[in-house]
């Protein structure tokens, strides 16, 4: 690995380590409250591609099993793989992944050349790539989260799938808003060369 790639995996771990300060909102009926670590998940995968995205998550998750306080509320520990929320945490890992991955392979037509000026324009329109990310965001920074969280939650509470998925609804509107802001920051970055 280059000097960059660790330096930049440690900025974002440290980027989501600070949005898990931020209080989670806890919601009724569902031990699961609303956070913005999924918001640094999409981010660091829309931005670092699908390696350094899997490495930063798997940082992430790593120090709050150690048992430093990085995860919303102050919690830490092995335990924590014991509570409602751990399927969230664990699907965090491939969801950075996938979400990186999507973003390479939805955005890959808009860097080859075509014969077609329409094509190109299409292609290389912010609006398009804006929403390419934020497709991108949603199926690795959600939906695959989700589905990994879902059946954890369905089990440590006893509630059923069926119920933990109608109950995580609620989430999906906020969910939907950070994959759309993730893609219009990633898509800014990416246009600056910045990464």
Not at 46 to 73: C, E, F, N, S, T
Request: hydrophobic fraction near 60%.
């Amino acid at each position: 690995m280059k000097t960059k790639d660790i330096a930049l995996i440690a900025l974002f771990a440290a980027l989501i380590i600070a949005l898990g300060l931020v209080p989670p909102i806890p919601m009724p009926l569902v031990p699961v409250p609303i956070t913005l670590q999924t918001f640094g998940v999409m981010l660091a995968g829309l931005i670092l591609g699908p390696k350094r995205a899997g490495l930063v998550l798997l940082l992430y998750v790593m120090i709050a099993l150690l048992g430093l306080p990085v995860l919303p509320g102050g919690r830490a520990g092995l335990a924590v793989l014991a509570g409602p929320t751990a399927g969230f945490l664990l699907g965090m890992i491939p969801g950075a992944v996938v979400t990186g991955w999507l973003a390479l392979v939805l955005n890959r037509d808009s860097n080859l050349k075509t014969d077609s000026s329409s094509h190109r324009a299409l292609q290389s329109n912010p609006k398009w790539e804006i929403m390419r990310y934020t497709l991108a965001a949603i199926v690795g920074g959600i939906v695959l989260v989700y589905a990994i969280g879902i059946p954890w939650l369905a089990l440590v509470t006893k509630m059923g799938l069926t119920k933990a998925c109608w109950a995580l609804v609620v989430f999906l509107p906020g969910d939907v808003l950070k994959a759309l802001v993730a893609a219009v920051v990633a898509q800014r970055i990416r246009r600056l060369n910045m990464v």
